[in-house]
């Protein structure tokens, strides 16, 4: 994972950019912000990377509770699948396979101590995010969230 300035840079950087930059420092080929509206769904900010025509309408708005995201914004903490073509937890929506991704990641984007929104990333091989990955894109979103 990339360091302290890399960090310090999203918060200057266009969201698309911002984005991008982290989803290469992570690995992922695909990625995706959402903000928490007013009236609690997710909207979508940001993407990059390929994603399906028909799911791009699906993840526009996301509720919270549903789907990675949504589960990352109701508990406040990262969410994780290593696959997820073969993943039977029920966390991952249908239209998530879809993608061909398959270790993905959902982490809080948090202000003030508040969720105010979800960055995910997806990598096209299977994979554990460790706690450091977290953590670091915890980090990530947090300065993304100076976006709003």
């Known amino acids: 994972m990339a360091g302290a300035e890399l960090i310090r840079s999203l918060r200057s950087l266009p969201l698309e950019d911002a984005l991008e930059r982290v989803m290469t420092a992570a ?3 695909t990625g995706t912000v959402h903000r928490l509206s007013s009236d609690g769904a997710l909207e979508l ?3 990059a990377g390929p994603v399906p025509p028909g799911l791009l309408a699906v993840i ?3 509720p919270v509770g549903k789907g990675l ?8 903490e990262p969410v994780r699948i290593c696959n997820l073509q073969t993943d039977d937890s029920g966390a991952a929506r ?6 061909g991704m398959r270790g993905s990641i959902c982490v809080p984007m948090t202000a003030a101590g508040r969720t ?3 960055l995910g990333v997806a990598s096209a091989r299977e994979r554990e995010f460790g706690e450091a990955e977290a953590a670091w ?3 990530a979103a947090a300065a993304l969230a100076a976006h709003w």
């Open 27 to 29: 690995g992922c080929e």
């Open 45 to 47: 900010e940001a993407h």
């Open 60 to 62: 526009r708005s996301i």
């Open 69 to 76: 995201a949504g589960l990352a914004a109701e508990r406040g």
């Open 94 to 99: 249908p239209g998530a396979r879809s993608t």
């Open 116 to 118: 105010v929104g979800v």
């Open 137 to 139: 894109l915890c980090e």
